[in-house]
């Protein structure tokens, strides 16, 4: 598992993208089948492994390590994985295979799943054990989506990520005809024709320097939805429901997948009504449409859905300007629609999975609200909950990190212990005298909450030390905002 | 009031200087100016400048000299290992510590009784310096950098092997290894060699002045180049600095450098994070959790003193072996009042 724990360290502590894909490509190369394969299907998510809980992590801990020893690590770690990991008498490591404990796992039975965790962990080294935790505890496991595996295959094999796409939803893992044919060592496996992801164009924010090169007769622009990015694929007789990320989500989404026609493959936003607002067709009547501009491909969906209305289905609008003025304009009026901000996408250039399309989100709003309660995370971050006051009670509208400058950090330490006047565990109660200043998105309604709403997306800006605490207590603002 | 027998406490005991050696009158790596001391090693946070008379290796001599602007001290003494030395009523002498180049143990032997103070010191292996000796001894005062079981270094080659491969994994950036001037940076060089690293390594000018000391001490690091030699496009190279900030000394000027941490420290996930580590290597110069408890149990001392780092969990694991053991902050408040 050595070259496993290492790829799985390397991109935990990867900055960006093109790192970590850089990273998956070298494994891929080195990597032996079938452990290539397994692994590939664990980082995309393709198979579930059984999960250990942070019960049964503890009485294995307690089974095996000294107590008081492991209380000391733990509260110096802080993560109760990585301390089991540093503290587990392992042996050199080296020896296991990534391909036999996968397989091990999903074998494995409810009973005897602890003294099989416990019976991999004997063999293994430290970073082997972390990384041999992190599969197991399902926590948040790789900072890696399932496309940038495709792409990282794609580049591996000298290939393109359809390609990769295709085949891979033709086989099961550990996929090896196809890491036999991206390896050189076999003929492209023939797939049958399954329905299959294919990469959507991908946006990126837009910037001022955008702006100058924005022109009606070049761009289109229209809304930038509140939702999620849904691909709808109808091929060979079979449906499917892909996320962005080009997970099969069919199961969660089976009323949508019944509405996909045979022979298409549509590019959306699934909204929380249930709707999907179509902007882009990639396959037509079992034809590539990826060749053809936006421009074409937006007419042909728009005759696709008037051929067959669907209710739950809807082409998103084509917004009219002629200057940017006008897209300020539109962008400024964007909830009012169910809207976040708009996207200007160019009318002429055919599908690239290059990030075509430029966003132009709406700013975060700002408002402020009193601090209620603190609370310190296991990983040693400080978590704030936010109120107003609604009737005659504080309110809870939303909770924070603090993440703020260490000066500041410190100072709002010393304030928290002095003004602390109640303890609930981890969670410290203080007097509500303190006002921070919040960005958010939106605001929920939130009727199971005591203050009726929540923000949403709250970020803490910034701590208004001078500022009085009534001077911002009434609710009635958000109120005003919710939907 | 009975006679009862000299305790080690009755002449070694901790005073606001640092560690003091009653009947020689001397300190051991004082923290302020004293008039006489004897150091263990070069780092700053052992070897001050400006006491008056100084005992230390050949190599911590050289090394001090080197790194202070001021005069580091008025007279001084080099010791060879094992070499005796009798200061007041008080024979000393040192022996290899295998932290860094020169590095020592002090023995202090005084009314049949004797005192090992470790210094900062590792059992791995080190071709930049002489192996830590055990000396048997009646106290041993021992560091506890990383003094809980969290802390177990791996095998420092298999690190190195990381750090070449991500060369092959990046091409096009050059390697940043961030360690400290003295006695990480020669050994992440050895390392680098003993892995058949044989082109060029470019190295901050603070790093390139200890490694001349390390060469006249017979430890040769092989092709040694200044980073003003270094290309504007340096490629896949390989760069020894010190740690800096993000964007601050050589790393600023690099494009897209791979920072690399090469320190005891990286065992744990949210130190190397905090430090913006990309590639966090486990190498140390000190001992871990299993080199501290085995040297004890090697030693069977009569009792241990643990400083420098995290006492607790060493001090119970001490007493766990049957051996007596306590704080050295404690030695001295109060316990040698006794006369």
């Not at chain 1, 492994?49 to 095996?64: M, N, S």
């Not at chain 1, 490591?93 to 962990?121: M, P, R």
């Not at chain 1, 939702?227 to 079979?238: D, E, I, K, P």
């Given at each position: 598992m050595r070259a496993h724990a290492d790829l799985v360290d390397r991109l935990s502590h990867a900055p960006d993208k093109s790192y970590r894909h850089a990273i998956l490509v070298d494994y891929f190369r080195h990597a032996p089948s079938?452990?290539?394969?397994?692994?590939?299907?664990?980082?995309?998510?393709?198979?579930?492994?059984?999960?250990?809980?942070?019960?049964?992590?503890?009485?294995?801990?307690?089974?095996?390590?000294?107590?008081?020893?492991?209380?000391?690590?733990?509260?110096?770690?802080?993560?109760?994985?990585?301390?089991?990991?540093?503290?587990?008498?392992?042996?050199?490591?080296?020896?296991?295979?990534?391909?036999?404990?996968?397989?091990?796992?999903?074998?494995?039975?409810?009973?005897?799943?602890?003294?099989?965790?416990?019976?991999?962990?004997?063999?293994?080294?430290?970073?082997e054990r972390w990384a041999f935790l992190r599969l197991v505890t399902g926590g948040p496991r790789v900072p890696v989506s399932a496309l940038e595996v495709k792409q990282a295959l794609a580049e591996f094999g000298g290939t393109d990520t359809s390609a990769v796409e295709e085949v891979w939803h033709s086989l099961t893992p550990p996929y090896e005809p196809l890491f036999a044919w991206l390896g050189g060592r076999g003929e492209k496996p023939r797939t049958g024709g399954l329905p299959v992801f294919h990469p959507p164009v991908a946006a990126r924010p837009i910037e001022e320097s955008d702006l100058n090169l924005i022109e009606s007769s070049e761009y289109f622009a229209e809304?930038?939805?509140?939702?999620?990015?849904?691909?709808?694929?109808?091929?060979?007789?079979?449906?499917?429901?892909?996320?962005?990320?080009?997970d099969d989500i069919t199961a969660a989404h089976s009323e949508l997948s019944a509405l996909i026609l045979e022979g298409t493959v549509l590019d959306g936003e699934l909204l929380a009504s249930g709707e999907v607002r179509l902007f882009d067709i990639l396959v037509a009547e079992a034809r590539d449409l990826r060749p053809e501009p936006y421009d074409n491909r937006r007419s042909r969906l728009q005759s696709h859905l008037e051929a067959d209305p669907v209710l739950k289905l809807s082409l998103s609008p084509l917004l009219a300007y002629t200057t940017v003025d006008d897209l300020k304009s539109y962008r400024s009026r964007a909830s009012e629609y169910g809207a976040i901000g708009i996207m200007v996408k160019p009318r002429h250039v055919p599908w690239s999975p290059r990030e075509d399309w430029l966003a132009w989100n709406i700013d975060d709003r700002r408002t402020s609200a009193v601090l209620l309660y603190c609370e310190r995370m296991r990983n040693g971050t400080l978590e704030l909950t936010l109120g107003r006051l609604r009737g005659n009670a504080l309110a809870p509208v939303g909770r924070v990190r603090a993440d703020l400058p260490e000066d500041e950090m410190s100072k709002l330490h010393d304030w928290i212990s002095e003004n602390r006047t109640d303890r609930f565990g981890p969670v410290q109660q203080v007097r509500p005298d303190l006002v921070c200043e919040v960005a958010f998105s939106a605001v929920d309604t939130a009727t199971r909450r005591k203050a009726g709403l929540v923000l949403r997306n709250p970020k803490l800006l910034r701590i208004l030390w001078d500022m009085p605490a009534d001077a911002v207590m009434d609710i009635s603002e958000l109120t005003g905002l919710a939907r | 009031m009975a006679a009862r027998a000299m305790r080690p406490e009755d002449w070694v005991r901790v005073r606001p200087e640092g560690l003091y050696v009653e009947p020689g009158n001397f300190f051991v790596d004082p923290g302020r100016v004293v008039e006489t001391a004897i150091i263990t090693h070069g780092h700053s946070d052992h070897a001050r400048a400006g006491n008056g008379r100084v005992a230390a290796t050949q190599a911590t001599l050289d090394i001090m000299t080197q790194r202070m602007n001021r005069k580091p001290w008025r007279d001084c003494q080099a010791l060879a290992y094992g070499e005796r030395l009798q200061v007041g009523d008080v024979t000393v002498w040192l022996a290899p510590a295998g932290h860094v180049l020169g590095s020592a143990q002090v023995v202090l032997e005084y009314a049949g009784q004797r005192v090992v103070i470790s210094g900062d010191y590792k059992r791995q292996s080190d071709p930049t310096c002489a192996a830590f000796e055990l000396v048997p001894c009646d106290v041993f005062v021992t560091e506890a950098t990383f003094g809980l079981p969290v802390f177990q270094h791996p095998d420092p080659g298999y690190e190195v092997t990381r750090l070449l491969h991500s060369r092959e994994i990046y091409p096009n950036r050059s390697v940043v290894v961030h360690a400290y001037s003295l006695g990480k940076a020669q050994r992440m060089l050895a390392l680098l060699r003993a892995a058949d690293y044989q082109r060029p390594i470019y190295v901050a000018p603070i790093i390139l002045g200890v490694c001349e000391i390390y060469r006249k001490h017979g430890i040769d690091l092989g092709d040694l180049r200044a980073l003003d030699q270094l290309e504007n496009n340096p490629g896949s190279e390989i760069i020894l600095a010190p740690p800096s900030k993000p964007g601050e000394g050589i790393?600023?000027?690099?494009?897209?450098?791979?920072?690399?941490?090469?320190?005891?420290?990286?065992?744990?996930?949210?130190?190397?994070?905090?430090?913006?580590?990309?590639?966090?290597?486990?190498?140390?110069?000190?001992?871990?959790?299993?080199?501290?408890?085995?040297?004890?149990?090697?030693?069977?001392?009569?009792?241990?003193?643990?400083?420098?780092?995290?006492?607790?969990?060493?001090i119970l694991q001490t007493q766990r072996l049957g051996i007596k053991a306590r704080a050295l902050s404690a030695i001295g408040n109060g316990a040698g009042a006794e006369q």
């Open positions: 079938p452990d290539c394969g397994w692994v590939a299907a664990v980082l995309t998510g393709e198979i579930g492994l059984p999960r250990v809980g942070p019960a049964a992590l503890k009485r294995l801990a307690a089974e095996r390590l000294d107590e008081t020893l492991f209380t000391w690590s733990r509260d110096y770690v802080g993560d109760l994985g990585e301390t089991i990991a540093l503290l587990w008498p392992g042996l050199p490591g080296g020896d296991l295979c990534i391909a036999d404990v996968v397989q091990e796992l999903i074998e494995a039975e409810k009973s005897t799943l602890s003294a099989l965790v416990a019976n991999c962990l004997d063999k293994l080294d430290t970073r809304w930038k939805w509140d939702g999620a990015r849904v691909q709808l694929v109808g091929l060979n007789g079979a449906r499917r429901v892909f996320s962005r990320e080009g | 790393v600023g000027k690099l494009r897209d450098p791979l920072i690399v941490m090469a320190s005891g420290w990286m065992t744990v996930r949210k130190h190397a994070r905090g430090r913006g580590a990309e590639l966090p290597l486990v190498i140390s110069d000190h001992a871990d959790w299993n080199e501290l408890v085995s040297t004890i149990q090697d030693l069977a001392p009569e009792e241990v003193w643990v400083t420098h780092g995290r006492e607790d969990a060493l």
